[in-house]
Nanobody, 114 residues
Framework: VQLQASGGGLVQPGGSLRLSCAAS????????MGWYRQAPGKQRELAAY???????KYADSVKGRFTVSSDNAENKVYLQMNNLKPEDTAVYYC?????????WGEGTLVTVSS
C-alpha cells in the first residue's frame, strides 16, 4: 500500500491550501484516513482524521479552520486548510489504516509566512 500526498506549499497568513492524499495498492478495507503534522523541533501530532465509522477528530488548534473529507470509493482523503497561521507551518503526513495496518505517506511541507 502506498500513500501519495500533494498540495503543500508556501502561503501567507490568512491564506488557504488544500492537501490531497491517495492510497493505492491491494486495499480491501480502510479503517480510517487522515493527517498528522510535525512542526520543526516538535513531535508529530494529529491534525485531522476520519475514522471508519465516519467519526471525525480535529486537533483543538485547527478546529473551525481545517476541514477533513474523504472519497471512500477512491481511497482518498483531503484537508482543506483556511485562515492559516504561522504556527501551522509543518510537514503534513497522510496516514491510513489499511487491513488493520498503519501506513504513512512521505509528507508534504506547508509553510505559512509573509
Amino acid at each position: 500500500v502506498q500513500l501519495q500526498a500533494s498540495g503543500g506549499g508556501l502561503v501567507q497568513p490568512g491564506g488557504s491550501l488544500r492537501l490531497s492524499c491517495a492510497a493505492s495498492g491491494r486495499i480491501f478495507s480502510v479503517g480510517g484516513m487522515g493527517w498528522y503534522r510535525q512542526a520543526p523541533g516538535k513531535q508529530r501530532e494529529l491534525a485531522a482524521y476520519i475514522g471508519s465509522g465516519g467519526i471525525i477528530k480535529y486537533a483543538d488548534s485547527v478546529k473551525g479552520r481545517f476541514t477533513v473529507s474523504s472519497d471512500n470509493a477512491e481511497n482518498k482523503v483531503y484537508l482543506q486548510m483556511n485562515n492559516l497561521k504561522p504556527e501551522d507551518t509543518a510537514v503534513y503526513y497522510c496516514n491510513a489504516i489499511v487491513q488493520l495496518q498503519s501506513y504513512w505517506g512521505e509528507g508534504t511541507l506547508v509553510t505559512v509566512s509573509s
